[in-house]
């Protein structure tokens, strides 16, 4: 049975930093893409980035430039070092693995979930 397990949201004010974690646990493969998703009340889950398996990361624009993610193919782990926080990036933030080792933002690709992290950035 696949599980991911997000750690490392909580409180922090505006310019903060956080650093997120999740586990991967079953058949996750080191070829899987792995990526993160956000969602804020009343809105649609967002995509936020993504790292291949080979090193390759990709992000959305709302956070190029302040966030920045990385995976540990040995530990079955990625983490999303998230800096220069704003009140707009407060959501529940979900990591995800995708069998299509080169998706990006299509959710539907990915078909393991967490079961998120909250993170709240006050202004």
């Known amino acids: 049975q696949v599980q991911l397990v997000e750690s490392g949201g909580g409180l922090v004010h505006t310019g903060g930093s956080l650093r997120l974690s999740c586990a991967a646990s079953g058949r996750i493969l080191s070829t899987y893409a792995m990526g993160w998703f956000r969602q804020a009340p009343g809105k649609e889950r967002e995509f936020v980035s993504t790292?291949?398996?080979?090193?390759?990361?990709f992000y959305a624009d709302s956070v190029k430039g302040r966030f920045t993610t990385s995976r540990d193919n040995a530990k079955n782990t990625i983490y999303l070092e998230m800096n220069s926080l704003k009140p707009e990036d407060t959501a529940v933030y979900y990591c995800?693995?995708?069998?299509?080792?080169?998706?990006?933002?299509?959710?539907?690709?990915?078909?393991?979930w967490g079961q998120g992290t909250q993170v709240t950035v006050s202004s």
């Open positions: 995800a693995a995708s069998s299509r080792g080169f998706s990006i933002a299509n959710r539907a690709d990915y078909s393991y």
């Open positions: 790292a291949w398996s080979r090193g390759s990361t």
